[in-house]
């Protein structure tokens, strides 16, 4: 069966409903470049999706060098051959003329074309006047969620044990670092426990601040096509927004912003007070049960309903639902990721499960989803501030591990602190101790909180900032040097999703003009620094992807993240596979924690956890002390109010977020031409009563500010929760006369204008959902409406008069159903 379907007015595509235990039906979806078929197409080059965390595998077209489409692949186990709004057209912004194609050196004030001998011969003669001015604290490296695996791993190896500072982020501290951390609370250890196809066989799916519909678009094609089948799961959305999942779910939890963990711990109550509970489980596999009975002892849903601003009985009915579940799969994602208390409400998720006994069996999983592609390989290699390998910086053995791997002295990689995360590396930016940062693939000028302060930070003369990426950013304009970059189809390298499956991507064309890939940019800094190993030789001993992949093998082995049974070839041709894979598991790991908890160990774990409300990591005599045997740790926390709270003056709530047709800054969506014209502008979202009470209405341009900054936009009435308000974060000024921040007579349009600098104390993951705000009148729309798509969260809750979002002819993609909907086969 063949349809086309214009996938901006319908982005989830056409149902293929199945029953629990059987297989996804495949279905292939395909967009080509006007005017150009499949028969003209000379090549398909293997790769996955790069603007969301999902993985869907897709082959890229290709036509006289150039790309000109994908079709998803449907052998892969991640989509089954479907492509979400994103993947379909988002190629597009990769071949934008605007591309950068030479190096770029700031003469005079201005950024001015250059070659790569004289770009590279300015970073390296910088660089080795701070290491000798300064010493290795002065560097910074702040990198992406976008990159290679090879790549990460190059990285973090240079700023290691070629520079040997300490300052190595990512920009997944503001999207996966809550993820990793509450893993790492609870299992000791980084890596998803479940797995993507629990879907297949749950019958309760409960989602936590995670937006799916938008976020992962396929993955929640996967639910759609379940709730459309036989004996469909039942769902439990927790949002303040009425996102597509809100309106598919059996109950509807809409909290205050910054009650998460209220809400957690009444949850956690009833399925006790209920004894819903494996007792069984948890003697045998986890330590901190007593305590968590005695936390929430008092937490009951009338309790919860005050703080939350949500009905008891939702509450009883959300603990019903996932008390009587056979297979409970959970996921979270930034609704509690980036809210007050980040870590300590994830936590309560995997408390949960492990309370029930909801792991390591079909449909009995939990998911502290990714919000980018290649987030996990951020955290695998070391470039978001812990050690490769998932290796424990508080643990000498490791710290000598990895000297030995790298023939270098364990003092050499620096681990008497806890690593700097992103926001304390601005800080010290701002003070002066770090006088030159290296920022890859993110544009921190746009996504961070309280843009007025990062821009002050990165225009400092004493501040010298490399900026390696594909287009002119805003942060880019504020360099000191611009390194083109090449991206997706445009290089090899392999990459791992959400649920720890590996793809590799195989360059398709050329990049423009002079851009280098990533990885070539790297190696020739290490060379032109002379990095070397303790015994003279070069400390990079690969080449290309493929041998860093292979040095990356020898990193992983024996560590819960394991690639030894993987290859370049090994991945080519069939679906990605799931680490670890090694000689014992040649085909990969479906689920973690089949057999018991692995990795929580005082010997072999990634972390000793930290204090919930402090931060401060636990010393590992203690964590010894509550954990002898390695089990999971269950790990209680107590509700505490959000440190911004409303005002007279500032008497809403305010949440950022994303939209389902734009990914990050829109540096790719937005010079995508169906993805940009379904949201072209920023909007605000807001409740029909809160509207009313200010004489506001659909379209009318307001203010939204905060304590910090202020944002101009569109008004969209929905049925949001009342006393918040929602802006999406993805608008900048790249695509504005000024380039790179407000205009002197206009408010921002950058959300992030008005956020707070704060961030949990764990995951050190900025708070990008509990801000006050007011809200005002600027000029009256007379009628035209916002503009917020009409298919996602931002529906408006009046339609008439509104047009709805559709792509038309250009935004059509062909799909090919080949296996009968319910088969599975």
């Known amino acids: 069966m063949n349809a086309s379907v214009d996938r901006i007015a319908e982005p989830w595509g056409v149902r293929t409903p199945y029953e629990p235990g059987t297989a996804w039906p495949v279905r292939t979806d395909t967009h080509l470049r006007e005017g150009v078929t499949e028969d003209e197409v000379e090549r398909w080059v293997q790769s996955a999706s790069l603007l969301h965390s999902d993985g869907d595998a897709m082959d890229i077209a290709v036509r006289d060098g150039r790309i000109v489409g994908v079709r998803g692949r449907a052998v892969d186990r991640v989509n089954r051959g479907r492509l979400g709004p994103k993947d379909l057209f988002g190629w597009q912004g990769g071949v934008s003329p605007d591309r950068l194609t030479r190096p770029l050196v700031r003469e005079g004030g201005r950024l001015v074309e250059s070659d790569w001998e004289h770009a590279m011969g300015r970073v390296v003669a910088r660089s080795k006047e701070l290491l000798d001015e300064r010493g290795p604290g002065s560097i910074g490296f702040y990198t992406t969620g976008q990159l290679f695996l090879e790549e990460y791993y190059t990285l973090a190896v240079i700023a290691r044990a070629g520079i040997g500072t300490h300052h190595l982020d990512g920009n997944t501290r503001l999207c996966t670092s809550t993820a990793a951390e509450a893993l790492k609370e609870t299992f000791g250890c980084d890596g998803q426990p479940g797995s993507f196809t629990d879907v297949d066989h749950a019958d309760v799916i409960a989602l936590f601040g995670h937006n799916m519909a938008e976020t992962q678009p396929v993955l929640w094609m996967r639910v759609l096509d379940r709730l459309e089948g036989a004996a469909p799961p039942r769902l439990v959305c927790v949002d303040p927004r009425p996102t597509l999942v809100a309106r598919r779910a059996a109950v509807h939890l809409a909290p205050r912003p910054g009650t998460n963990v209220a809400l957690m711990d009444s949850l956690l109550h009833e399925i006790i007070r209920t004894d819903r509970v494996d007792h069984d489980f948890i003697e045998a596999h986890t330590v901190g049960y007593d305590e968590l009975a005695a936390r929430v002892k008092d937490c009951t849903p009338a309790w919860a309903a005050r703080i939350c601003d949500v009905p008891a009985t939702a509450i009883e009915v959300a603990a019903e639902i996932i008390g009587t579940a056979e297979r409970l799969l959970s996921t979270v994602l930034q609704g509690f990721y980036q809210s007050h208390q980040a870590t300590a409400a994830a936590v309560q998720v995997n408390n949960l499960h492990l309370i029930r006994g909801m792991l390591g069996r079909p449909g009995a999983g939990v998911l502290q989803m990714n919000g980018q592609p290649t987030a996990q390989n951020t955290r695998e290699c070391g470039a978001d501030g812990d050690l490769p390998g998932f290796r424990n910086w508080q643990n000498d053995e490791h710290v000598a591990e990895l000297a030995r791997l790298w023939n270098v002295e364990p003092e050499t990689i620096p681990h008497y602190a806890p690593p700097t995360h992103a926001m304390q590396m601005l800080r010290y930016a701002e003070q002066g101790s770090i006088r030159m940062l290296w920022i890859t693939g993110t544009n921190p000028a746009v996504s961070l909180p309280e843009l007025s302060r990062i821009r002050s930070v990165l225009a400092q003369d004493r501040l010298f900032t490399v900026v390696q990426d594909l287009f002119l950013t805003e942060t880019a304009q504020l360099a000191d040097v611009v390194l083109p970059a090449a991206t997706w ?337």
């Open 489 to 825: 189809g445009e290089k090899t390298g392999t990459f791992t999703n959400a649920d720890r499956t590996v793809h590799l991507s195989d360059k398709a064309v050329d990049p423009p003009g002079e851009a280098r890939s990533d990885l070539d940019i790297l190696l020739d800094y290490a060379a032109r620094m002379d990095f070397r190993d303790k015994d003279g030789g070069p400390l990079i001993t690969w080449r290309d992807p493929e041998s860093a992949f292979e040095a990356w093998k020898r990193c992983s082995a024996g560590r819960p993240c394991d690639y030894t049974g993987l290859s370049h070839d090994r991945l080519r041709g069939g679906s990605g596979i799931q680490w670890p894979c090694t000689e014992q598991t040649p085909e990969g790991t479906e689920r973690l924690y089949t057999e018991g908890i692995t990795w929580a160990h005082s010997d072999t774990c990634e972390s000793y956890g930290k204090d919930l409300v402090t931060g401060a990591p636990v010393e590992p005599v203690e964590y010894r002390s509550l954990n002898p045997d390695g089990k999971a740790v269950i790990k209680a926390a107590e509700y505490l109010p959000p440190h911004e709270d409303t005002t007279a003056e500032f008497p809403l709530q305010l949440t950022t977020g994303r939209t389902l047709y734009h990914f990050h800054t829109r540096t790719k969506t937005g010079r995508t031409p169906q993805l940009n014209a379904a949201a072209p502008e920023v909007w605000a979202e807001l409740s029909t009563a809160e509207a009313t009470a200010r004489d506001l209405a659909e379209g009318d341009l307001v203010e939204v500010a905060t304590a910090r900054g202020a944002v101009h936009a569109r008004l969209r009435l929905t049925d949001i929760r009342d006393g918040l308000v929602f802006l999406p974060f993805h608008y900048g000024y790249w695509d504005t006369p000024e380039g790179h921040r407000p205009s002197d007579k206009e408010e921002g349009r950058a959300a992030n204008e008005t956020t707070v600098t704060d961030w949990d104390p764990v995951s050190k993951q900025p708070l990008f959902k509990t801000a006050a705000a007011r809200i005002s009148l600027v000029e009256h729309g007379h009628g035209t409406p916002a503009p917020a798509p009409t298919t996602t969260a931002s529906a408006p809750a009046h339609p008439d008069g509104i047009p709805p979002t559709t792509g038309g002819p250009h935004a059509h993609a062909t799909h090919t159903i080949t296996s009968e909907p319910g088969s599975g086969s």
